[in-house]
Structure formats: structure tokens, C-alpha cells
């Protein structure tokens, strides 16, 4: 649905003005007369504002509201009042395959050959989760990280899964497979939606400050270029809300003298980025449901990752109800460790898979 509304305070001037626009919106998209107030957005709504359109509304004051766009909107299969979580990437910075074990003329790596199969679960991009988190305000998207491959994660499961809107962006670190793909969000705030809002630490904003400062400082920008239109908010190691969904930061090491955030929403917790975790935060991870954690490689850690035993460790220790684990390299079958994962159940009750690159998972938040 969009609402459209003028700010600050409406007036005889403005509403002539709404019902204007609500009226050629609904013209445009072909709308009943019945229907021009709250004109349910069947299509995507691209089609009917352009940038300059949309430009001149906001000019005008007029604030673009979308509510429920596509989330689920589109989506015809889902008629569930559940929110969901869905796994855009799932693999290390390079991804999976990885071009030079494609090319290496003396050793064929498996699993890297396995993921050039289509729809073989092996491909794997920058770790990141999309909540679609739907309360009684509406359904919202919120996401988790967009690395360097963002845009093609995107392009893969944001059609397939009906996903219109970006609702927020909330920052787990300032690694490139983490931030890289901000630049990538000009095609929502310039097509889709206003702005975007970040949220993010202030040690990764003052990166971002330099790695995408034209994103960050507008006025350098050249009149007319369609850059992302960002809202940074500074978060602390403290609680914060999104949409009214209550996210606690997970703080957890990645390399000695590096933090990075893990997030808590409902009893679902993210550590995507991890290679200790501090013995505060254990606290926070009481009474998990699902945990979603770090596990790059079958045999050891690395400096600034889990590996398989270390990360199974941490369930052990956690005892969230089920976990997945995310970041997994070339190394890391994904048949061949899911079966030796599912041992663990009858061994040792364990509930632990590892994800892949399109797994939806139905969570209550
Ligand atoms: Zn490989
Ligand atoms: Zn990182």
C-alpha cells in the first residue's frame, strides 16, 4: 500500500495536492475510483514514479509512505503471519566458486566445481540475512550486512522471494564483504524508496566515512547523480529498535582487537563474523532458539573466524535449540558436513545444519 502525505502539517492546500497525486497514481496504475486514497500497489511502484517524480514530491513535502510493498504482497505462496529469515549469502569474502580454483590447470577443487551446478547449495556470497519481520505496523525488511556481492545476492532472491522494499540496513562490521555493496542500494532509494536507514557502530561508520565518504558527506556529491540516499544512526552496544523490533548487538571478536557485532531478535542470534566471544555476551545468548554462527572451514579456526570444532564448541556451550552455521568456505562440502552434522543429532542431540545461499526459515518474532 502507499500512503501519500504532506508534512509537516496538512492543509486544505496539501490534501487538493494528495488527492491529486493519489488520483494520477491511480490512473497510472490503472486503479478503481474506489481505490485512490490508499491505493493497494499491485505493481511495483517504479512504474509509476520515476526519480524525477519522485524527487519532485519530496520537494513538494510531500513524505512517500510505502507499507507492506511486495513483502509478502507479491509473494503469493506465503499466507502466513510469521516473520521469516532468509539466507542472501552464506560464503566467505571471495565467494563460492572461487575463480582460481576454477582455473588451477593442476588440482580440481571439488566443491568449488559442484558450485558452478545450478541452484547447487556449494555457491555461496557474502554472508547476510534479510528479517522480514511482520508485526501488527506492517511487514518490514530488514537486512543484515550488503558485501560486495550484494547486488547479485539481491538479484537472485529478491525477485524469487517478492522483496521490494529495504526497510533498513543494520551493520555487523566494516569488512568489504560486509559494506561493500551500500553503493548498490541507489537503485531502492532512487527507484524504490527514499532513503535507506544504516544503522551502524560508530568505529564502522568512521570507515565508512572514508570508504564511501560521498555516501556519508552529500554535499560532495554532483548535483543530479543518483547516489544512495543513506540515514546513518550510531548504534551502542546497547539494545535499539528497527521498526519496533527490538535488536540487542551481540559483541564477539573477530581477530585480536576487533569487534564486530553479532544481533539478538526474538531468541534468534546472528554471529556471522566471529573468533572468540567475550564472556559477557554469553549472557545475552540465554535461551536461544536458533543460532546462527560463524563456521569457516571442517578442521580449524583461522585468526579471525570459527572453524567447524571451534564453532561446535560454542553450540555446546550456547545449547540454542538449532543452529545453523554461515561464512563457510571452499573447504566446507555442504553434503558431506551436513552429514556428519546430522550425526551430532543422534549422538549427541544436536540440531545443527549449515545454511545456504536462499534457505527461508520461518521464526516467530
Ligand atoms: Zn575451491
Ligand atoms: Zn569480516
Redo the contacts with the bound molecule.
Keep these: 500500500m502507499i500512503m501519500l502525505s504532506r508534512l509537516p502539517s496538512p492543509s486544505w492546500c496539501a490534501a487538493v495536492r494528495t488527492r491529486c497525486i493519489a488520483r494520477s497514481l491511480s490512473r497510472r496504475l490503472g486503479l478503481s475510483s474506489a481505490r485512490r486514497c490508499h491505493i493497494p500497489l499491485r505493481r511495483p511502484i517504479t512504474r509509476a514514479l520515476s526519480l524525477p517524480s519522485k524527487k519532485r514530491l519530496l520537494k513538494m513535502g510531500f513524505d512517500i509512505t510505502f507499507t507492506g510493498l511486495s513483502n509478502g504482497e507479491l509473494d503469493s505462496t506465503r499466507q502466513t503471519n510469521m516473520s521469516e529469515i532468509i539466507f542472501l549469502g552464506t560464503g566467505t569474502?571471495e565467494g563460492i566458486p572461487r575463480v582460481s580454483c576454477l582455473t588451477d590447470p593442476l588440482k580440481k577443487c571439488e566443491v568449488c566445481s559442484k558450485a558452478t551446478e545450478p541452484g547447487n547449495k556449494n555457491k555461496r556470497l557474502n554472508t547476510s540475512i534479510l528479517i522480514r519481520y511482520n508485526c501488527s505496523g506492517g511487514r518490514f525488511n530488514i537486512l543484515i550486512d550488503a558485501g560486495k556481492f550484494f547486488y547479485h545476492s539481491a538479484l537472485r532472491w529478491f525477485p524469487f522471494y517478492g522483496i521490494r522494499t529495504i526497510d533498513a540496513v543494520i551493520i555487523?562490521?566494516s569488512?568489504?564483504?560486509?559494506i561493500g555493496g551500500l553503493d548498490d542500494l541507489r537503485d531502492w532509494t532512487n527507484n524504490v524508496q527514499p532513503c535507506v536507514p544504516i544503522y551502524t557502530a560508530i568505529r564502522d561508520f568512521e570507515v565508512m566515512q572514508k570508504t564511501h565518504y560521498y555516501l556519508v558527506d552529500t554535499s560532495v556529491i554532483i548535483p543530479g547523480a543518483a547516489v544512495s540516499d543513506l540515514q546513518f544512526n550510531i548504534i551502542k552496544e546497547e539494545p535499539f529498535t528497527v521498526h519496533n523490533l527490538q535488536i540487542t548487538p551481540l559483541p564477539v571478536w573477530?581477530?585480536p582487537g576487533?569487534r564486530?557485532l553479532g544481533f539478538r531478535f526474538g531468541n534468534v542470534c546472528y554471529i556471522?563474523?566471529a573468533s572468540d566471544i567475550p564472556e559477557e555476551t554469553y549472557e545475552l545468548l540465554t535461551g536461544c532458539d536458533l543460532l546462527i554462527v560463524d563456521a569457516l572451514r571442517p578442521d580449524r579456526s583461522s585468526t579471525?573466524?570459527f572453524g567447524l570444532p571451534r564453532a561446535l564448541q560454542e553450540v555446546r556451550r550456547i545449547q540454542p535449540k538449532r543452529t545453523l552455521f554461515t561464512g563457510m568456505m571452499h573447504l566446507m562440502d555442504h553434503d558431506k558436513v551436513n552429514e556428519y552434522l546430522g550425526s551430532l543429532m543422534e549422538t549427541e542431540g544436536l540440531d545443527i545444519q549449515l545454511s545456504y545461499d536462499g534457505l527461508r526459515i520461518p521464526v516467530s518474532l
Design positions: 569474502s555487523t562490521h569488512h568489504a564483504d560486509a573477530h581477530g576487533y564486530s556471522s563474523d579471525t573466524h
